[in-house]
């Protein structure tokens, strides 16, 4: 039951708990999403944490959009196989769409990114512990700056990060930065379709600053492009990405789910 606190401290209540959450092993994986909105009833009893929907409070969505799957904690081998699959009945802006070792984003520099919308089914709030378990509907908008990529698959499949990332067109090798996918066993995008699918890096958050003052680089999600959909993304993953790689970009509007 959180009653006190400041806006930080509950969030990092909350982050601190779903981390422990998504390292325990529950028997069914259907149980999740009631098990942790029985955890939310709880720990929201007071009220003061607001709306919550898809593992996340709604007034916190921007500081909850920077998670990370973590591939080297320890599990035992059954659980590595099985483990960071991705829920389609999930948005994959949520952490709640990964089964497995995930971490949340700690204390630090304010998003840049911007939420300016938010949808999902009135049925899908989660309310009551024994509400429906998909939130496919849910879907955020959001404005930032995007910057079209390429990924390249490497050589070691066994790799955390497997993938390179360089801003489309650089043919450089040294500018590339490295993805870490949300999903890695089983990565959601064929590697005969790396070549012509569209992917974008969101600039999210600084991580260090320059003597001008400038972030020398950048928290970043890792998008792909619907294929049917206008300026509509999921999420594949984040990757630290240089300032300068976001030259000549431009706020954009879109949705991501």
Known sequence: MVRYGS????????????????????????????ALSAIAKQVNSSGIMGTYVCGVWTQWMRQSLFWWSEYDRGA??????????????????????????INTWSPGPDP?????????LEDE?????????????????????????????????AEEKFFKIRRAGDEELEK???????????????PEELSYRTFYVLRYS????????????WNCLVLI???????VFRRIGIAEIKHDRFRDCIDRDITLV
């Open 7 to 34: 806006d930080n401290e509950r969030l990092m209540l909350w982050f601190a708990l779903i981390n422990q959450y998504q390292a325990r092993e529950l028997s069914f994986p259907r149980d999740r999403i009631p």
């Open 76 to 101: 035992s081998e059954s659980r590595k196989q099985r483990s960071h699959k991705r829920n389609p009945q999930i948005p994959t802006w949520s952490w709640l769409s990964i089964q497995g070792y």
């Open 112 to 120: 840049v990114v911007l939420v300016t919308g938010f949808e999902v």
């Open 125 to 157: 709030v989660q309310e009551d512990v024994n509400a429906s378990s998909s939130y496919s509907s849910a879907k955020i908008d959001l404005r930032g700056f995007l910057c079209m990529v390429e990924l390249t698959a490497i050589e070691e499949p």
């Open 176 to 190: 590339s930065a490295m993805l870490v996918p949300d999903t890695i066993d089983d990565f959601e995008v064929p």
């Open 206 to 217: 600084p991580i260090t600053v320059s003597f001008r003052d400038q972030p020398e680089y």
């Open 225 to 231: 492009s619907s294929k049917s959909e206008i300026d």
